[in-house]
């Protein structure tokens, strides 16, 4: 936040400085440079008269374009508005010479701010996408402590309580995750916050590696009077029988994904977009954006036949607030409960409508769908299972995604959320946003007492707070659902600050 304070103060200097150079040039300078600052503002704006016109000569100039390497290796381009300055004094520049030096001196610092952006998202693209050290040791020392110890393999739930898995008089949360830290605070948060915790099941899915772990540490850390069932994939019927399109999907994906986008190198290497435009589409090649435990909840009606209705949840959620409102919701049969985020005070977090997601330039796309209308969220959603189970909206996601593959990747960004979009259009209900807040892994400018008013808040960027590079204020809120004296813990050195 200080380099961009100081960044919008030079360039403020820099439009005073401009301001106050042309008067010179169009010889009212009878005054300094503060002098003419503190003129007054009426009839006058900033010093300058507001009949006092510029020279020709300097728009003439301004609006030239510069070719990409033409300040390439050029030594005799000030590099601050001192030099220029200076060199203003010294040489006494007259409109057109003063305009050229101004725009190759700008042009120059746009391009080093430019790259400086765009190196910082990448950066924070390799931060967000490796695993900590910590979460592996801890992944390591669960998985030895389930091969050692029988109470770190105990059957979740217990047999008396496996009845409760199907029986929908409970309020039934699911959370597929790999991470186990990050799923022992959303379950921890969802149990503790909850006023009739006995009538909570959360079902865990995870995959292969992770079970033995996951098993392991809520074999040792249970959550009564809550039930924890946790369960791998390969566990399902469903997944273990026959062809399942989602993986399918991903292992095409995974194909064309790098014979066509190149990765990360090929694009920061794009010179043409901007550096917001690159941020997202790093974000878009996060591994999690090609894991299974982020596709699989296209499938809730086949994992889950029993269940009527339940809660997805991400794992860089935290849960403050009693939850088992949600089941009140009447849904106007609608399939999908979720805050949109096209509305609300902070523009940069809500301010996604479907053309921020899906290419409207592609006919496909264009012809089928509103780029004005408002999109939704991801990370906490009611599923009406028996809403959905009367519809066509796994079939229409599947389709969609072979619809992208066959396009080279061309209908949308990198992720589930832009298929989800078109899968569920016309079945999703909204939701107070009370219930989800969003935006707290990719910007800090959340109030910390904003934040702690919200039912969930989501760590949705890049920002995770099990990562060194979430953001300080924010991390508390996640961090309070851990147990720092936990021996796995403690022996795998995960601190309280980062």
């Known amino acids: 936040m200080l380099f961009y304070s ?36 009426r009839p006058r704006v900033l010093g300058r008269r507001l009949e006092s016109s510029v020279p020709e000569v300097v728009y003439q100039v301004l609006q030239e374009p510069i070719r990409k390497d033409e300040l390439q290796g050029r030594s005799d381009i000030p590099e601050s508005l001192e030099e220029f300055m200076a060199e203003m004094k010294e040489i006494k520049f007259d409109a057109e010479t003063f305009a050229v030096k101004l725009r190759e001196m700008v042009t120059l610092m746009e391009q ?67 991470n186990v830290l990050a799923a022992s605070v959303v379950a921890t948060s969802l149990v503790r916050n909850s006023l009739r915790p006995q009538k909570v099941v959360l079902h865990i899915i995870t995959d292969r590696k992770t079970y033995y772990p996951m098993q392991a540490w809520f074999s040792l850390h249970p959550l009564l009077p ?34 066509f986008r190149g990765g990360s190198s090929a ?20 591994p999690k954006y090609n ?16 269940l009527n209705k339940v809660v997805f949840l ?51 796309i264009s012809k089928n769908f509103n780029p004005d209308e408002c999109a939704w969220a991801y990370g906490m959603n009611i599923f009406d299972l028996e809403a959905w189970r009367k519809t066509n909206i ?11 593959l066959k396009s080279d990747l061309s209908l949308w960004q990198l992720g589930t959320l832009p298929p989800g979009l078109i899968a569920f259009h016309g079945h999703v209900y909204i939701i107070d946003p009370f219930w989800h807040m969003l935006g707290l892994g990719y910007q800090e400018n959340t ?28 991390r508390p809120l996640w961090a309070k659902y851990i147990n720092f004296s936990d021996k796995f813990i403690k022996s795998c050195h995960i601190i309280r600050a980062s």
């Open 447 to 474: 109030s910390l007492a904003d934040a702690e008013s919200a039912g969930v808040i989501h760590f949705n960027g890049r920002a995770k707070p099990w990562l060194d590079i979430a953001f300080p204020e924010l």
């Open 226 to 259: 809550a039930i924890i069932e946790v369960k791998a994939l390969h566990h399902f019927d469903w997944f273990s029988k026959g062809k399942v399109p989602v993986l399918e999907e991903m292992e095409k994906d995974q194909k064309v994904r790098s014979q």
């Open 314 to 364: 991400d794992d860089d959620i935290v849960i403050q607030t009693d939850l088992s409102p949600l089941w009140d919701i009447d849904m106007n049969g609608k399939v999908n409960g979720a805050v949109e985020t096209c509305r609300g005070e902070d523009k940069f977090v809500m301010s996604k409508k479907l053309k921020s997601y899906l290419n409207f330039s592609h006919p496909l």
């Open 267 to 286: 694009i920061v290497a794009n010179n043409t977009e901007k550096p917001k435009v690159i941020a997202s589409k790093l974000q878009a090649l996060s």
């Open 394 to 404: 796994s079939l229409t996601y599947h389709y969609w995604v072979e619809q992208n």
């Open 112 to 178: 080093r701010t430019r790259t400086a952006k765009i190196q910082e998202y990448l950066y924070r693209h390799i931060a967000s996408s490796s695993i900590p050290k910590q979460l592996h040791c801890l992944a390591l020392k669960l998985a030895n402590e389930h091969s050692n110890n029988a109470a770190a393999r105990l059957q979740l739930p217990s047999a008396e309580l496996v009845p409760a898995l199907v029986d929908n008089s409970y309020f039934h949360f699911v959370l597929a995750s790999d």
């Open 6 to 41: 100081l960044l919008f103060l030079t360039f403020l200097l820099r439009f005073a400085f401009v301001l106050t150079a042309v008067d010179s040039i169009e010889g009212e300078n009878k005054c300094s440079t503060i002098g003419c600052l503190g003129k007054k503002l």
């Open 291 to 306: 894991s299974v435990m982020n596709h699989i909840r296209i499938n809730l009606p086949e994992l889950f036949p029993s």
